[in-house]
């Protein structure tokens, strides 16, 4: 029997995990009762956010987190074509436009002269990716948003318990948006998180999960009696089950052991890596300390990309790219962009391999992955 597949990336569900699920499927509530709004003030003390808004995707958390930036029909939004299609999809979703900025290769993040240069009239937010798990370079966008009057969203779904310049994701941006997909940091199964410190932008989040439905007293524009909400904007079903929610505090306590893992990691793929032929490892930057969701090889030649994922393949490793650049989808290619648009993203993408990294990687597994990696290299690429 060959051993199994190691996946790129996967869930850690450990017997309290299942606990804190059984726990809620006893009680009154499965939806919108005590464990919602606990698992709100639990994102709120591990991030440092000021509200956070928990909603049933990281899409959801995208959509939500743009409709609260005021950001509709006719706008633009810059961002980076190395992301999940969600990030751009969202902006579609307002019927505003996704501008893409090419990235910086050295770290895949959105690179910021590219977003200067995009800025128009027209624009009206710019979503930095934390690719990989690396922190974007926020204080140099910040000064970009702010001078120009735009806002600036942080689509964090890579890059929970992350750090730039010493400061945690979650308050680098006007709104953040997590995702708690099985893959990424922790996990609801399904599930995801705004954050912010703007008290507005939270109103408006926590109205547009349930159909923009108002209960508040002090949100009412009317006051009819006891019974009386407002439906004031046109919102959606995204709200995120107790059942989910529960789990995402019980995950929420392991963060910090799951990133210190993930580190841990790394630097053992960035040692015993180190010399393998004609791959380059991840970029890191000075002042941030990444939360290590992907670990991206490249192939210096793009040519043997294939050849090199699938010797991987066939090495029992479950290796994926990410991303293809989000507007080489057919269904943006028939909205009119066109290849050639960000060729830095482009090459990248090309080039790049995702290897398995997750807490519940075994230290004889990171050593199979190694070898892996290094015969494949020997055999495909040197
Ligand atoms: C996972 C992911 C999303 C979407 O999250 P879902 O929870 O799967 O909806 C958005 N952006 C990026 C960069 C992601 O990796």
């Not at 005590?34 to 959509?63: F, I, K, M, Y």
């Not at 140099?140 to 318990?161: N, V, Y």
């Amino acid at each position: 029997m060959p051993d199994p597949v190691i996946p790129y990336g996967h869930q850690s569900i450990d017997d309290d995990d299942i606990e804190a699920v059984a726990r809620v499927l006893r009680s009154d509530y499965l939806t919108t009762g005590p464990a919602v709004a606990a698992s709100e003030e639990d994102l709120q003390r591990a991030t440092g956010a000021r509200h956070a808004v928990v909603v049933n995707s990281g899409t959801a958390a995208l959509h939500t987190a743009y409709a609260a930036a005021g950001i509709g029909p006719g706008d633009e939004v810059i961002t980076s074509p190395l992301t999940f299609a969600a990030t751009a999809n969202a902006a579609l979703f307002l019927g505003a436009r996704p501008v893409f900025a090419d990235i910086d290769s050295a770290t895949g993040a959105i690179d910021s002269a590219a977003v200067e240069a995009a800025i128009t009239p027209q624009t009206r937010a710019m979503v930095a990716v934390d690719y990989a798990g690396l922190p974007a370079d926020y204080d140099t966008l910040r000064e970009i948003a702010t001078r120009r009057g735009i806002r600036l969203i942080a689509d964090a779904a890579h890059s929970l318990g992350a750090t730039y310049n010493g400061r945690r994701v979650g308050g680098l941006a006007d709104i953040t948006i997590l995702s708690f997909h099985p893959v990424k940091a922790i996990t609801t199964g399904e599930g995801g998180a705004v954050l912010t410190d703007d008290d507005a932008a939270a109103d408006f989040a926590r109205a547009f999960r349930t159909h923009g439905i108002v209960r508040a007293p002090a949100l009412l524009r009317r006051q009819e009696g006891p019974w009386h909400q407002e439906m004031q904007a046109l919102g959606h079903n995204y709200r995120l089950t107790d059942i989910q929610a529960a789990l995402g505090s019980s995950q929420l306590r392991k963060l910090d052991r799951f990133v210190a893992r993930r580190r841990e990691i790394a630097a053992a793929y960035d040692k015993a890596l180190s010399g393998v032929p004609g791959i380059i490892l991840p970029g890191r930057r000075e002042g941030s300390e990444s939360a290590w969701h992907l670990y991206v090889v490249r192939v210096l030649d793009g040519s043997r990309r294939r050849e090199f994922f699938e010797a991987l393949q066939a090495h029992g490793l479950g290796v994926q790219v990410h991303y293809e650049p989000v507007y080489r989808h057919p269904y943006y290619e028939d909205l009119g962009y066109a290849g050639g648009l960000c060729p830095r993203a482009e090459g990248f993408s090309a080039a790049a391999v995702s290897i398995p990294i997750y807490p519940a990687l075994t230290d004889a597994q990171v050593v199979r992955v190694s070898e892996a990696v290094t015969l494949a290299g020997r055999e495909v690429l040197s």
